[in-house]
């Protein structure tokens, strides 16, 4: 199994709150969120990449979105704050092994392992 495994979806309303958490099962050197919402392309997320131990975000979740780690990095978590109906998408959690990692934008990545995926819907 290396497979990571997202947890915490479900049904909020409007404005409300969720917390994804994902776990690896491997080491990795950059962990990303991505959605995909029924009949759309997958969107990347949020990011971090062990280059720099910086965390990127999509435009459209900015502000509203935070990923963090546990101190070992062993669990991953996405807190999604102010959600919308555009916020619903099945989110995945994808893992980038491989020792050549460029700077610059870790949603760019090709990511090796994804998760299978956890549902967020939002609706009042």
């Known amino acids: 199994q290396v497979q990571p495994v997202e947890s915490g979806g479900g049904l909020v309303q409007p404005g409300g709150s969720l917390r994804l958490s994902c776990a690896p099962s491997?080491?990795?050197?950059?962990i990303s969120w991505f959605r995909q919402a029924p009949g759309k392309e997958r969107e990347g997320v949020s990011c971090?990449?062990?280059?720099?131990?910086?965390?990127y975000y999509a435009d459209s979740v900015k502000g509203r979105f935070t990923l963090s780690r546990d101190n070992g990095g062993n669990t991953v978590y996405l807190q999604m704050n102010n959600l919308g109906p555009e916020d619903t998408a099945i989110y995945y959690c994808a893992t980038y092994h491989s020792d050549y990692l460029p700077f610059g934008n870790c949603l760019a990545l090709d990511y090796d392992d994804w998760g299978q995926g956890t549902q967020v819907t939002v609706s009042s």
């Open positions: 971090f990449s062990s280059n720099d131990y910086s965390t």
């Open positions: 491997e080491n990795y050197y950059a």
